[in-house]
């Protein structure tokens, strides 16, 4: 029944379709086209190319094309016809396109080129500033007819799109010849041998294919626009600004170039980037604005070498990531040529690369490694804001002439090389003792290198740089280098700790301490200082201290060996009085503390502890935490317990029938249950308590009275002994099994 209903629904509306259409079609009325204007757009087919290709178009004086003819003119102008297709013809009797023959010609069309094979050379600006120049095609060369040149902006501002593929046998490629157009790729031919600069720079070109690049000489590659280039510096680069300003996103540089011409690949989308073992120059803004470049890396020859010269802001303004390491031989790099980006880490090798002004400026540089103080310019490493660790090069100072300001100093530190960091201490090289600034004869002190960083300890913004030898384990004491406003050689934490036989740390008066030293001008300096619990402020490496022992503060006394560090020498003559010079090399004196945090140098402490002995009773004061790395184990008398007892008289000795209503305490940690405690005991031992009244929870002196505490049970009511619940869950198990039973028969 389903079906035919179904199927009559069918057949109808099939049938009244057909009516429909049938209907339609023959009540349909043809309007006008002029009146359905809609419809004149769909209806109206585009003009014909108009076609520009006989000879007598051309004005051809010499073996020039200087331009059209007035019959070429004429033709050009034809009403309607905005796509026009010039095509030379191989019967025109020239070989060059003229300079400037059709420069601002074809504004308003949108022109094709179809250049003949006997076309050898295109002049200067020959197309240029032609707004719709859409597309070029080159005849194909033979043996004897081949287009070899094409000369200065020849297509500058011409409004080429698409792909362009540039014959064979084609030599060279001019200045700015195909610059500020659309183009989307380009394609070299292997026959190139002179490329000038910015040849397809603003452009939207996101490929390229160099072709063998085996035979170009390049011109204009390091940024001055001239015909003459160092002949000792022949050989194969990529032109100044070759690629500036276009889409590129991966370039394969050609094999054999060994240098990158000067804004060559400026304000790209390169991804990343690997530079070739044979490139050793790149020139100036050669990647500047590449925002989507995060990975740079250096390929190495098998001797370790690579890259030798960055200029000036060839990197700035990308985004490069992670850790940059630079090889052997890396010479110098140019101002601002990294500035800008995302860089955490930077190892410079083992060839001390002279470091321009701002060279790393702006970047999240946590970590500097092999730095050599011979290389800096101004700012190197400012505004890091993440700056926390420093590894100098200490063995090998290298001196000479650097830089472009004509510092005369080998080896110091710049003005302004790390402000703006994270810094707290650095192991900083001994051979550095000058501490002036050099340009041009005008000297700078170095203090602002370290401005506005953490600082060695809280309270203070300056930065601890302990003097290191080349052997990079001893260290430089005679401290005759003064200190500058944000930074101090060598700086000691003092600290004396009191402390009692049971560890409490006691309160630290003032304690008076001699400092002897020998300062900058070589003389022997004696001053007096007092210290309070920790001197971050009077105390440097290699200073020798004495000090006399505080008195006891009230309720204490002088233990028995009131100093029991070994290294701390009793002066001659005085019961109270010790010194100690502060040498790094003995550890037990000087210690380091780590900051932690990811700094690799901490800071250096000498801990004095002075003993005492409590002579109150009572209750022990709990001292500082045993665990606390800078808090020294206390060093007890040997007369004193380890652990001492409270209860200084007997044992047996009553405990009186006060009513303390307190908790109460004993060798475990498990509640009493419902147990009444009217006082609190505390025992520290299992010896009989004697016959005192302690109420319900006294431990008693026989055996009847013993108190046993399952220690891994509640100690609350225990349950009721007897019989089993067993029995009656089988019974209730039956029951509900014939429930079921009865229940399943009934649904049948």
Known sequence: ????????????????????????????????????????????????????????????????????????????NTPGHDSVILHFPATLPAIKIADNAFREKFTGKDVKLELSENIQEIGKCAFASNSAITSVTFGAPDAEKKLKKINEKAFFSSGLTGDLKLPEHLELLHEECFRHNKLNSVTLPDSLTTIYGMVFADNQISSVDFGSYANVDPRNGFGARRWDIDTALAGKMIAYGMFANNKLEKVEFPEGIWAIGSHAFMNNDIKEIKIPKNVTKIYKYAFKDNKNLTKLEFELDAD????????????????????????????????????????????????????????????????????????????????TKALKNIEFEYANPKSGSRGTFGQSEDNTISPNAFKNGLLRSLNFPAYINVLKYDINGQKYNISSAFADNKGWTEGTNKVALYRLNADKTTYETNNRLDDGKFYVFNPVAVKFELKDQYGTVLPVTNIEVQRTRTVSDGSIQVTTHSALVTDTANFKLGDKIKFTLPNAPTGYEFATNPVTQSWLTKVTGSDNDYEVTLDPANTSIVSDVAYGDGYEVGYKQTVITLNYRNTNVGPVIPGPNPGNPTTPEPNLSPEQPSTPSVDVDSQNTPRGDAN?????????????????????????????????????????????????????????????????????????????????????????
């Open 1 to 76: 029944m389903k079906k035919r209903i179904k199927t009559g629904h069918l057949v109808g509306g099939t049938a009244i379709a057909l009516v429909a259409a049938v209907s339609i079609s023959m009540t349909s009325v043809t309007f006008p086209q002029k009146s359905f204007p809609f419809g004149n757009v769909l209806s109206v087919q585009a003009a014909e190319p108009l076609l520009i290709n006989e000879v007598a178009d051309f004005d051809v004086q010499g073996n020039e094309v200087k331009g059209l003819t007035a019959a070429g003119n004429a033709k050009l």
């Open 304 to 383: 370790g070498k690579g890259i030798n010269q960055i200029d000036r802001e060839a990197f700035n303004g990308c985004s490069i990531t992670g850790k940059i390491t630079f090889p052997k031989d890396m010479g110098e790099m140019g101002s601002r040529s990294f500035a800008n980006n995302k860089i955490t880490g930077v190892d410079f090798g083992p060839d001390a690369p002279l470091i321009g002004h701002y060279s790393f400026e702006n970047n999240p540089i946590e970590k500097v490694s092999n730095l050599n103080s011979w290389g800096f310019e101004i700012s190197p490493f400012r505004n």
């Open 660 to 748: 303390t209503d307190t908790t109460d305490v004993s060798d475990d940690t498990n509640p009493r249950g419902d147990a009444n405690t009217d006082t609190t005991d505390i025992s520290d031992d299992t010896s009989p308590r004697g016959n005192a009244n302690t109420g319900k929870n006294v431990i008693a002196d026989n055996k009847d009275e013993v108190d046993v505490n399952d220690t891994k049970a509640p100690l609350g009511k225990l349950p009721k002994t007897g019989g089993s619940n067993e029995s009656r869950f089988i019974l209730l198990g039956a029951a509900l099994i014939g429930l079921g039973l009865v229940v399943k028969k009934k649904i049948r």
